[in-house]
């Protein structure tokens, strides 16, 4: 299994930036799949969410309203579309995907999951 992360980058305060990431390996449709970010010096935080078959999502209070998440089942990949970005966004995102049977803002708030991709840095200029 492999998560490979995409779209990172550097951008100026109030820009947008589009992340994706690709799963392979085997089938991801009932898996929750997630984005979550570690800013130096801090703990990794979940972010946004999206669950499996029932497509709910989940956004933390830092992001709602900025941040979309979504996902295309055919390619087993979640994307997150950001936009208004601050410099407290700066930060290595981390997508993740996680088997539950639970609300997928559990998956959000455990730093746990089943596979992590590898990080993609994005640097927010002030």
């Known amino acids: 299994v492999q998560l490979q992360a995409s779209g990172g980058g550097l951008v100026q305060a109030g820009g947008s930036l589009r992340l994706s990431c690709t799963a392979s390996g085997r089938t991801f449709s009932s898996y929750a799949m997630g984005w979550f970010r570690q800013a130096p010096g801090k703990k990794r935080e979940g972010i946004s969410c999206?669950?499996?078959?029932?497509?709910?999502?989940y956004d933390a209070d830092s992001v709602r309203d900025r941040f979309t998440i979504s996902r295309e089942f055919g390619s087993n990949t979640v994307f997150l579309q950001m936009n208004n970005l601050k410099s407290e966004d700066t930060a290595v995102y981390f997508c993740?995907?996680?088997?539950?049977?639970?609300?997928?803002?559990?998956?959000?708030?455990?730093?746990?999951?089943?596979?992590w991709g590898q990080g993609t840095q994005v640097t927010v200029s002030s």
């Open positions: 999206i669950g499996g078959s029932d497509g709910l999502t």
């Open positions: 993740g995907v996680r088997k539950i049977d639970t609300w997928v803002g559990v998956f959000c708030r455990q730093d746990e999951a089943d596979y």
